[in-house]
């Protein structure tokens, strides 16, 4: 790229707790600012991992917030909102990345349509799976609504819109529904969206299909391996490693592993995270510690976690909500054969090859993971299936990831039209429509 670009990075969710889609932006952050452009960050106002706080050509826009019930989030309370346009156009980017569609997605929406600044938009979140698990989102959601519906001065939302998308407990499935259809109005209005994932892609195609919609997952790099940072059995070591929460399926995996230690009472499972965070998963997670199969280290660092990695035998992974799920290419890159229940999440996973898919319920899950357990005693199938792990992994680093998103930056920013994404070389793994 010959020129200098401004970077406007629109996010919900900046801390405190860590998470895929923080990452993901800091990652862009850091490679915008790398190559030499300049980043403006608008978030919530939040204390969180923070790596390129202070670095030159960053500039921060923090919104008023308040924290989510029983969540390590906050997101913007929807004041400030003005005065954040009026700043931004001081400012003057070139182009306005809006990651999700919460208060700040609004927000970015809406500085676009006011400044006449060309949108990229990013689907990071299964919006209608997290709502149905978290009923304190709801009133969050309506706060959404509101706020396209007094910035957009009904261009996006009108009043009929709002009444009929207020946001219920006892009515989610409509309430949701009725939310999707308005985000398909965010989607359409992009010049561009992107999506983690084939799965996303398709999600969001269904949702809005005259979306221009490219699929360009997130780069991962192989985490630093480490010594064993604590003692385990002689038996297989299964490992499932992130965020814990109710839409991850912890429950599920316990479930699972009961049957397994049926079959396999020297097998062992380690769940690494902060596991206390919700009394429900935590009673589950500490009962199987107290039989004595469930390894539980607590929260880890992210650069301290290529030793859990390396001292498993395979990698579960339970969730059905998530978009790309990162921590499926650190396993991955760490050459773990994975057992996933996710059949639309597949960019590092080959049934058969490198691992197992299995229906969501604690019998097909069991046994997909004893037809793992039962092959790692095979040394030529431990050793293709870790190749083939690290084959599919390698094809999204973060290298490339950086030189595809600092190109569709460029275009955007220029006002190419939708055949110069689909004809412009994409990134291994991408799709273009």
């Known amino acids: 790229m010959d020129r200098r670009l401004r970077v406007a990075q629109f996010t919900d969710n900046y801390g405190p707790g860590s998470n895929g889609l923080m990452v993901a932006v800091q990652q862009l952050e850091g490679n915008l600012l790398d190559a030499g452009h300049e980043v403006i960050v608008v978030a919530p106002a939040a204390k969180g991992v923070n790596p390129h706080h202070g670095r030159e050509g960053r500039t921060e826009l923090r919104l008023p917030s308040v924290k989510v019930p029983r969540m390590p989030t906050r997101v913007a309370n929807g004041r400030h909102f003005e005065r954040t ?206 039989r004595g199969y469930c390894i539980l280290p607590g929260e880890q660092r992210r650069e301290a976690l290529g030793a859990f990695y390396g001292m498993a035998d395979a990698f579960a992974f339970p969730s059905q909500t998530d978009t790309q799920a990162l921590v499926l290419h650190e396993a991955a890159l760490a050459g773990l054969p994975i057992v996933a229940v996710d059949h639309e999440l597949q960019l590092v996973l080959e049934p058969g090859i490198n691992g197992e898919l299995a229906r969501p319920t604690p019998a097909s899950l069991a046994a997909a993971l004893m037809r793992v357990i039962r092959r790692l005693d095979d040394p030529a199938w431990k050793a293709q299936a870790s190749q083939r792990s690290i084959e599919l992994a390698s094809q999204w680093s973060v290298q490339s990831q950086a030189e595809e998103m600092l190109r569709l930056y460029g275009l955007v920013a220029d006002g190419h039209g939708a055949e110069a994404f689909a004809s412009a070389p994409a990134q291994r793994g991408s799709t273009a429509t």
């Not at 919460?102 to 990071?124: C, F, I, K, N, S």
């Not at 699972?256 to 589950?284: H, S």
């Open 85 to 290: 346009i009026d700043r931004l156009a001081q400012l003057r980017p070139d182009v306005l990345h809006v990651h999700g569609f919460g208060t700040v997605g609004a927000l970015g929406m809406m500085a676009a349509q006011r400044l006449g600044v060309p949108m990229m938009l990013t689907w990071h979140t299964d919006f209608d799976a997290y709502a149905d698990h978290y009923a304190s989102v709801l009133p969050l959601l309506t706060v959404v609504l509101k706020s396209f519906a007094k910035f957009s001065r009904g261009g996006i939302i009108d009043g009929e819109d709002l009444k009929a998308a207020e946001i219920r407990y006892e009515d989610r499935g409509k309430s949701t529904a009725s939310l999707l259809g308005l985000c398909a109005k965010m989607l359409e209005s992009a010049d561009l969206v992107t999506t983690p994932s084939p799965k996303t892609l398709h999600r969001c195609l269904q949702i809005a299909p005259d979306a221009r919609v490219l699929c360009v997952p997130n780069g991962v790099d192989p985490l630093p391996p480490g010594p064993p940072p604590l003692p385990r059995g002689d038996g297989p070591l299964v490992l499932y490693a992130g965020r814990i929460a109710p839409e991850k399926g912890l429950p599920l995996l316990v479930d699972a592993f009961e049957l397994v230690t049926a079959q396999r009472p020297d097998a062992q499972l380690m769940v690494v995270g902060d596991w206390q965070r919700y009394p429900k998963i935590a009673r589950r997670l500490a009962a199987a510690r107290d």
